[in-house]
């Protein structure tokens, strides 16, 4: 991100935002790289933002300007259905067997390994841009306790994998995900609660 930053710090807006787009187009289409994708985005949706502040947006958004709330709130569905995706393994035949995900399943692109972040992607990115243009989900996420994980998310983005494998791994077992390293390990935790 910091080396995107600077690289693009000296372009012109349109050039940078065009730009920034293109990072995220070539990491999700090109290279199987979401996480990159994911970081892109959030750098792109931050400078959308501080251009917006500043009243300084390209002329394409003061079309969509006036219908900012429905687009918000249609962007929330899209990622809350999307932010769902049916992920049982890497698969792309059970996405195509799944309810509701058969055509869905053909935007995947060829570069994506497992396809499920391909979908997290448009999911976290929809929802991210959604959230500040929703009222009522703003005030949610401007009360104090969500001001004070904001506070310490960079903490806790430090620690969430050594949480997630301690933890994780136990929840997967108890809810009857076998794998063999939890066959082996933690035999006692398996299918203790299984969940469909």
Same mark, same amino acid.
């Given at each position: ?17 065009? #730009?920034?787009?293109?990072? =995220? &187009? ?7 790289? *979401?996480?990159?994708? /994911?970081? $892109? ?65 053909? #935007?995947?692109?060829?570069? =994506? &390994? ?7 992607? *448009?999911?976290?990115? /929809?929802? $991210? ?65 299984? #969940?469909?």
């Amino acid at each position: 991100m910091y080396t995107v930053l600077l690289a693009l710090s000296r372009c012109a807006r349109n050039a940078r935002l065009v #730009l920034e787009a293109a990072l =995220v &187009f070539y990491f999700l289409y090109v290279a199987d790289g *979401w996480y990159c994708a /994911l970081f $892109v985005s959030g750098v792109l949706l931050c400078d959308l933002d501080l251009l917006a502040a500043k009243d300084n947006l390209p002329a394409f958004f003061a079309v969509l300007q006036p219908h900012r709330k429905a687009i918000a709130h249609v962007a929330l569905a899209i990622s809350m259905y999307l932010g769902g995706v049916p992920a049982p393994s890497a698969d792309i035949a059970k996405l195509r067997g799944s309810g509701g995900w058969y055509y869905l399943s053909f #935007l995947k692109p060829q570069a =994506v &390994f497992d396809y499920k972040w391909f979908y997290l992607f *448009w999911a976290s990115t /929809l929802l $991210v841009a959604s959230i500040p243009r929703i009222p009522w989900l703003r005030r949610f996420f401007e009360t104090r306790f969500c001001q004070f994980l904001g506070r310490i998310s960079f903490a806790l983005y430090l620690v969430h994998g050594p949480v997630l494998w301690i933890l994780g791994d136990k929840m997967y077992a108890l809810a009857g995900w076998e794998n063999r390293a939890r066959k082996e390990h933690i035999p006692g935790w398996l299918g203790k609660f299984p #969940l469909p």
